[in-house]
């Protein structure tokens, strides 16, 4: 269902002591500005029990950066959906650019962890996104075309209720160059034209949200598009008072 909601991507960043004070951080900036934004922390995995804590459910959801595609069994250092979900993660990224390109993720293992997602009730974040070659060719709406097509169109129409997209072209990642609210616009409204021609209304009515050095300063401009239901937040997301800042410039 579509609605404004904010995810923190903290990739692999913070350690036990880091990650504890940019969670009371965060608390304690709520407390200061309350945002009426849905909030997700996503976490290193080891520390998804820290951000899960009884004094944080009322601030905000709790994410898994990367799911296994594989139901259970003997698969070292994978994490099931199943154990993400018993332990009160609300959200999994899925097909995040970094880990296509250093996981060598393929479109099957995505689905795959897609529907894993699907049957365990954890949100599927599926991230799309192009890189600059293919900005700067003109190609980038074919890349995000088969990207979407290759994953998601495989879904049923009901599924479709329980995922959101997030659109991050690779070369505004952690690059502090960020796409312009027109160009990120354009390919957030091709996303959901596409949805839309395929699964009806559960296609339109999902949440894009739109991810790459998003902060303070360009959030209020990207979320005042018609088509940016929120954002995928990296670096921004590891200080309390820009995350925060962040949430309030819907
Ligand atoms: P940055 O905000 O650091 O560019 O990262 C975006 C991102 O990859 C979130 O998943």
């Not at 960020?178 to 990120?184: F, V």
């Not at 339109?204 to 902060?215: A, R, V």
Request: with cysteine.
């Amino acid at each position: 269902m579509r609605r404004n909601l904010l995810l923190g991507n903290w990739k692999q960043n913070t350690t036990r002591a880091s990650a504890l004070e940019l969670l009371g951080g965060l608390k304690a900036e709520l407390e200061k500005s309350p945002t009426k934004t849905e909030l997700g922390v996503i976490p290193p995995a080891l520390f998804i029990d820290l951000a899960i804590g009884q004094q944080y459910t009322s601030c905000f959801a709790v994410g898994i950066q990367n799911i296994s595609k594989t139901v259970k069994g003997a698969f070292t250092g994978e994490i099931g959906a199943d154990m993400a979900a018993s332990a009160g993660v609300k959200y999994a990224l899925v097909g995040h650019s970094e880990r296509r390109a250093y996981f060598n993720e393929s479109p099957e293992d995505l689905a795959g962890k897609l529907m894993r997602c699907l049957e365990n009730n954890l949100i599927p974040v599926y991230c799309v996104g192009e890189e600059l070659s293919d900005r700067k060719t003109g190609n980038y709406l074919n890349v995000i075309d088969a990207q979407i097509k290759a994953v998601l169109f495989g879904l049923n129409t009901k599924d479709l209720n329980n995922i959101i997209v997030a659109y991050e072209p690779i070369w505004a990642i952690g690059t502090g160059e960020t796409a312009s609210a027109e160009q990120a616009q354009e390919v957030h409204a091709f996303i959901r034209n596409l949805l839309a021609n395929k699964f009806g209304a559960s296609g339109s009515d999902i949440s894009i949200l739109y991810g790459g050095s998003c902060k303070p300063s360009n959030s209020e401009e990207l979320f005042s598009q018609p088509d940016i239901d929120g954002g995928l937040i990296g670096a921004a997301a590891l200080n309390a008072q820009d995350f925060i800042a962040i949430a309030n410039s819907f």
